[in-house]
């Protein structure tokens, strides 16, 4: 073990094993992750190679032999819950480049059993759980993302042959995007444009077939294959598909809620508000992801921080670790605070949304859309944070971060999608920011509102009370209620404004997409700090009281942070005043001096194993350089001393130059 | 070429010429042709063909830099092109924006032979090296050493016994990692080494190494040489690493115009070190220019690319609009925009500030070279930081596309991200800016009188923002000064900062670091009005036509309004500016995003990128984006068969069950 990362473990302040068990959740719950990677990591047949090293063409090989292994080992092992598959596949491709088949297991599947009839799950997920159909999931295409309404795939109802005819009618109708609908897949669900007796009735889903299950080839009006290389990514290939009428049953659309009968009348769904249910989930299941990437990155840059010596700081001195330059603690620690608080709060989203399970049982779905709308805010949120805050902590680690030994590139590459899919950020923002009018202009008309958003009609404060620096937490949430609350008026009034101006709705709306924005970002913002300082302050849920003095001491640097960062939106209106701001920045400075004897504690206590992690900076043991040197050596390029492009294209040159000598 | 309807219409409508703007940033309509006609020579020459890099496995794509990197030497000489910025632009196009294998050997090695030889060195080298019968590059950085020079462990010990250096790499540590081009493609080095003689340790000093045989290309004995491995980016460069056993070079082989090494081991220090520095100084200034251009063509692809794409209907049934007409994504796309004008000016000025002090440094006065360098640190960070920011927010601007290298946005951004840890790591380069503002400081107490870029710390600052209306926030003069307000307050606090640890006992370097997170907030703060300063004065003296003049000063004050409602408490928290007035600024930014939209697409058109150089089929010139996203997927190697390869592996599941 490298001396100056052993020295920060030896002098932490609280045990990083029982800050895992907070975060995992229990005890028994990291023994159980635990165990399941040493099985996963012991088994020869589950090592995989680094895929930085691969071509797209071996990276996408490797992942797809190493996904069907991966089912393999799962039927081996006799797991059976769904729960537990799903960590042990997450296990089992280290997070990375090695998944091969997500979209089958993650949407292809849920779509299914979420929308399909009975008699349609009896159908399918025999097939599909043993892996003969293998499917994916198309909705977007090459000129439709975000907007669904705007699909251009058609299904219309032949009744004279009891199917539908499926058509990409345009270049831009062709779906683009499904993972693994390039080569893997041999059905999709396709998302298309219902026609039946002349008339359309939106979007359904629909099962098509796309290749023979004897030789794999695509079936007839099928066309379909890989959009090409991505920023990262590459062992997983995205797809486009056109179809060209392309017949299927009738039973092949999915009915759950809207049917087709035999006659080809339309039978409208009923409520859709339950399948929030699903969204919310994943939405929650995308916070964490970030959190999670958002940990990677300040494990990798905090470790090397540690043994990373640079720049004598008295005339031949010894080079400190960088780890004590208050310009680095600066960009990884208030990374790190935002990496607890996303977990924080997907757990406590995670905790509401049963609750609220529970209440909908009763008849009572009031909670579903506050809950879905903070679920949409944060995905965007964290996911926004997370991805400044990996490129700070990559940039934080100097030129060896720029290399894929470090695995921030790679870490980057993948994280970074999470701000695109399933909801472009800005537009989630924007769809949170009409709730939002939507609960200001009930509060202005007296209703009350929902929890979650209740804070909306409260009288407004005037001024923060803190004095000094101990004051902080315990008006932390007001202040960010606070600037919630005046911003969302703000965005209100924006809207009102233009419309008395006479703008049209849509033209108005249009026009304050900046104080929207801001809204939902500063509702947001107050959520998340709301559930990070109740979850450090709630007794039960972490001991013993070491570990909680240290999570009190990250949630205060979140909160100082973001109001020294927003210093502005709390200082508009006369809230926090400029004597203020300047205490609170003052506490940062000694808030950083705090953290830092405990911040390698804090990365491991993530608890990823040097397998999950993949880099060579933030390895376990901090022996970086020996290992930097070993990773190197196995750089393709340096299969021969002399490169073949030497006798290609350099001997000729050299030999002509010295001829002319 | 039949251009996207969308994008045609965007060109018509435009308020003003973007050939104006062109000849403008290229310094005159002749500099224009003369740029576009050497491009061009790279670009349609067969030989230098070449398929899509993005298609390429890393070792396809490394031997393709070679080959071209050899043809291109040959045909400077073959087409006569002499001039260096016409060469820089020659390379540039005919490797696509990949560095050629000789850019190191043509950047630093020759330079360093013209600049740190003696006489004799220069005759016996210089030749060699021009003819490419040496290859070169410059190995300083070490595996566990890097801005941190002095700390570098590589040795040159001296032996008089047989009056040559002996060069070792004396820990794992010391291996020196990063050079470019090192690890396959050359085969000679200037060695950064710490000189050791007659038993004493003189810093660090240079030294010609041949790295290989010149006949076979083998290491040379006791060299161990390799790549180190992929990267982010720049997979065409085989950046390497380098160690020594006891590699034993003649003494003529010490760079030695400053100081020397008598036969007998005497040391002989060099007169003055500033010399070195001005080459440091110029790698940066190129640096603020690079950072410019890689926004610039970000915003291309995305601005563009956001005139073509159409989402989300307004009103039901309606037509889906651009998207360019999202106020949300204006507020993406046009800070970018304004930005990379702004870098562009501040480049520029940089750079003739540089020419002029070079001729000062020759007239023996190297007082100005101080404030270069300061003001070269600090835009070299600024400047890349932004950029780097910047091309990721375009790049998400364009959604799940942006994703793909189809955008060039993945390659554009690895590109430029090195910026902004090269040669000078961001918050290095940022705290070296502030240590020359603070001495600049306590020399301004003493009654100094400070260099023109720096002179405003000295003067009496503006306590309130006189902004009485919303025209007064759209005033160029109030904007100019409110940055400058927040830069002297900023630096002032920063200072006292120090200046009370210091008080309170703790000793200076410990102080210092205390008060880094002041330090960098006020250098920012420093940079980003010599930014908006620099660009507010562009737009006052250069010449154009009004129409012209109308559209960059829109797109100076969105820059300087835009600044401020990211850093509005900067500028309100003494008081300089109200409530009231950030609320003024904020409402204006939303009226110039409306004022710079029709202009949006003429604006990148100026830019100039040929496609060929932006490689996106997203920012393509004539719109026609999706006909050629699908082209390119089909290209894509994996389309090879209909059947991929890795079916092997399913096709045994798939059949076990069925």
């Not at chain 2, 010490?254 to 790698?283: E, F, N, Q, R, W």
Request: hydrophobic letters at 35%.
């Amino acid at each position: 073990m490298n001396p100056d990362i052993q020295k920060e473990r030896e002098r932490a302040t609280f045990t990083a094993e029982q800050l895992t068990y907070v975060l995992d959740g229990g005890r028994h719950k990291t023994k159980k992750r635990r165990l399941m990677e040493k099985i996963i990591f012991h088994d020869p047949d589950l090592q995989c190679p680094d895929h930085s090293f691969l071509s797209k063409n071996e990276s996408f090989n490797a992942a797809t032999k190493h996904s069907i292994m991966m089912e393999k080992k799962i039927q081996k092992h006799k797991i059976k819950s769904d729960e537990d598959k799903a960590m042990f596949r997450m296990i089992a491709s280290r997070r990375k480049d090695t998944i091969s088949l997500p979209v089958h297991h993650l949407m292809f599947r849920p779509t299914i059993v979420g929308q399909g009839t009975e008699e349609q799950q009896r159908k399918w997920l025999p097939l599909i759980d043993n892996m003969t159909v293998i499917g994916t999931y198309a909705q977007t295409e090459l000129g439709h993302g975000t907007f669904i309404r705007g699909l251009e795939t058609t299904a219309t109802f032949d009744p004279k042959t009891d199917e539908f005819v499926l058509h990409s009618p345009t270049l831009t109708s062709m779906k683009w995007w499904p993972g693994n609908l390039a080569f893997q897949s041999n059905h999709a669900i396709v998302i298309a444009q219902l026609y039946t007796k002349g008339q359309c009735h939106g979007i359904q889903p629909f099962m098509v077939q796309l290749r023979s299950l004897e030789d794999y080839r695509p079936l007839p009006g099928v066309t379909v294959g890989d959009i090409g290389p991505k920023m990262a990514n590459n062992g997983y290939c995205n797809g486009f598909l056109k179809l060209d009428n392309v017949r299927i049953p009738r039973e092949n659309m999915l009915m759950k809620y809207a049917k087709v009968e035999r006659d080809g009348t339309y039978i409208k769904p009923q409520s859709m508000k339950l399948a929030y249910g699903s969204m919310v989930l994943l939405r929650v299941a995308f916070t964490k992801t970030a959190a999670e990437a958002l940990a990677s990155a300040c494990t990798i840059a905090v470790r090397y921080s540690a043994v990373r010596r640079q720049t004598e700081q008295t005339p031949g001195g010894v080079e400190p670790q960088i780890l004590d330059y208050q310009s680095q603690q600066y960009k990884l620690f208030p990374a790190l605070a935002a990496a607890y608080a996303f977990y924080f709060a997907s757990e406590s989203l995670n905790n509401i949304y049963q609750q609220i399970q529970q209440e909908i049982k009763t008849g009572n779905i009031a909670s579903m859309t506050p809950l879905h709308v903070i679920s949409s805010g944060l995905k965007a949120f964290s996911s926004d944070v997370m991805n400044c805050g990996i490129e700070t902590c990559r940039l934080s680690c100097g030129g060896h971060g720029y290399s894929h030994a470090s695995g921030l590139p790679g870490l980057y590459g993948r994280a970074t999608a999470l701000c695109t899919v399933e909801g472009v950020n800005t537009v989630l923002y924007l769809q949170v920011a009409g709730y939002l009018m939507k609960c200001a202009s009930m509060a202005a008309s007296g209703q009350t509102l929902p929890d979650l958003v209740a804070y909306i009609s409260k009288p407004p404060e005037q001024q923060w009370s803190v004095r000094n620096g101990t004051d902080i937490m315990n008006q932390a949430v007001s202040a960010y209620e606070h600037r919630a609350q005046r911003l969302v008026v703000a965005a209100a009034q924006s809207l009102q404004g233009e419309m008395t101006a006479g703008k049209a709705q849509h033209e108005a709306w249009n026009n304050s997409h900046i104080a929207l924005i801001k809204a939902a970002k500063a509702h947001t913002h107050y959520f998340v700090v709301k559930c990070f300082v109740n979850f450090v302050r709630s007794k039960d849920l972490i001991t013993p009281d070491n570990v909680k003095s240290v999570l009190e001491t990250l949630c205060k640097l979140y909160v100082c942070y973001g109001i020294h960062e927003n210093a502005g939106d709390f200082m508009q209106d006369g809230y926090i005043s400029g004597e203020q701001i300047a205490l609170v920045t003052n506490q940062i400075s000694g808030l950083l001096a705090t953290i830092r004897p405990n911040a390698v504690a804090l990365v491991d206590a993530f608890d990823f194993k040097d397998e999950i992690l993949g880099s060579v900076l933030g390895c376990y043991d901090g022996n970086v350089y020996q290992k930097m040197y070993e990773w190197a050596k196995q750089s393709p390029l340096n299969k021969d001393e002399v490169h073949e492009s030497y006798y290609k294209y350099l001997k000729p040159m050299l030999q002509a130059n010295k001829s002319k000598l | 070429m039949t251009v996207n309807p969308d994008l045609q219409k965007e060109r018509d409508s435009a308020t003003f010429e973007s050939t104006e703007l062109t000849f403008m940033l290229d310094r005159g309509a002749d500099r224009t042709r003369r740029r576009r006609y050497i491009q061009s020579l790279a670009l349609q020459d067969p030989d230098l063909n070449e398929v899509d890099h993005r298609f390429l496995t890393r070792d396809e794509l490394y031997s393709s830099i070679v080959r071209r990197s050899v043809i291109i030497a040959r045909k400077l000489k073959e087409l006569n092109l002499t001039d260096l910025n016409d060469q820089l632009i020659y390379k540039g196009s005919a490797l696509r924006g990949e560095g050629s294998i000789f850019a190191i050997h043509d950047l630093m090695l020759i330079p360093m032979l013209q600049s740190q030889a003696t006489e004799k060195q220069r005759k016996k080298w210089l030749p060699m090296a021009l003819n490419y019968d040496i290859i070169g590059t410059y190995l300083q950085t070490e595996l566990a050493h890097g801005t941190f020079v002095r700390g570098l462990e590589t040795t040159a010990t001296y032996d008089p016994a047989t009056e040559e250096f002996v060069i070792n790499s004396p820990t794992l540590t010391s291996t020196k990692w990063w050079p470019g081009f090192l690890g396959k493609s050359v085969n000679f080095a200037v060695l950064m080494a710490q000189l050791h003689s007659k038993g004493k340790k003189y810093g660090i000093h240079s030294f010609l190494v041949p790295l290989r045989r010149f006949d076979n290309h083998q290491p040379l004995p006791g060299i161990t040489l390799g790549d180190i491995g992929p990267k982010f980016g720049s997979a065409g460069n085989d950046n390497g690493f380098c160690r020594f056993d006891h590699v034993r070079i003649p003494r003529e082989n010490m760079l030695s115009k400053y100081a020397k090494i008598d036969s007998d081991g005497t040391y002989h220090p060099p007169i003055s070190d500033k010399i070195v520095y001005g080459a440091m100084v110029l790698t940066r200034v190129g640096m603020v220019a690079m950072a410019a251009g890689g926004l610039a063509s970000g915003c291309t692809i995305a601005i563009r690319y956001s005139a073509v794409r159409r989402q989300t209907e307004l009103t039901p049934g309606g037509i889906e609009p651009q998207i360019l007409d999202y106020q949300s994504q204006q507020l993406k796309l046009f800070p970018q925009l304004a930005t990379a004008l702004a870098l562009k000016f501040a480049a520029r000025n940089i750079r003739d500030r540089c020419d002029q002090i070079q001729d000062d440094i020759k007239a023996g006065n190297v007082s100005t070279l101080q404030e270069l360098h300061g003001l070269s640190s600090g835009m070299k960070a600024f400047s890349s930081l932004a950029a780097n920011n910047g091309i990721e927010t375009l790049r998400l601007g364009c959604g799940g596309h942006g994703y793909s290298e189809a955008s060039g946005f993945p390659s554009l951004y690895s590109t430029v991200t090195v910026l902004v840890t090269a040669e000078g790591e961001y918050t290095v380069m940022i705290l070296q800016c502030a240590r020359y503002l603070v001495k600049c400081i306590a020399k301004a107490a003493g009654g100094e009188i400070l260099p023109t870029s720096i002179a405003y710390l000295t003067e009496k600052p503006e306590l309130k923002c006189p902004a009485k209306t919303p025209e007064d926030v759209l005033n160029l003069e109030i904007l100019s000064n409110a940055y400058k307000h927040r830069a002297y307050r900023l630096v002032t606090e920063a200072g006292q900062q120090l200046q009370s640890l210091v008080k309170s006992g703790k000793p200076q370097h410990v102080a210092w670091n205390e008060s880094h997170m002041y330090l960098v907030q006020a250098t920012e703060a420093h940079c980003h009005y010599y930014t908006v300063m620099n660009f507010v004065n562009s737009i006052k003296t250069l010449e154009m036509s009004d129409s012209l003049r109308s559209v960059l000063t829109s797109l100076c004050q969105l820059y300087a309004l835009y600044g401020i409602d990211q850093h509005a408490g900067q500028f309100a928290q003494d008081g300089y500016m109200t409530g009231q007035q950030l609320s003024m600024a904020t409402s204006q930014i939303a009226s110039l995003l409306t004022t710079i939209r029709p202009n949006a697409v003429n604006v990148v058109d100026a830019f100039d990128y040929p496609d060929e150089l932006l490689k996106s089929e997203l920012g393509r010139y004539d719109g026609n984006v999706y006909e050629n996203m699908y082209k390119w997927a089909k290209d894509s190697p994996l389309n090879k068969t209909e059947v991929h390869d890795s079916y092997k592996y399913l096709k045994p599941m798939l059949q076990s069950k069925m």
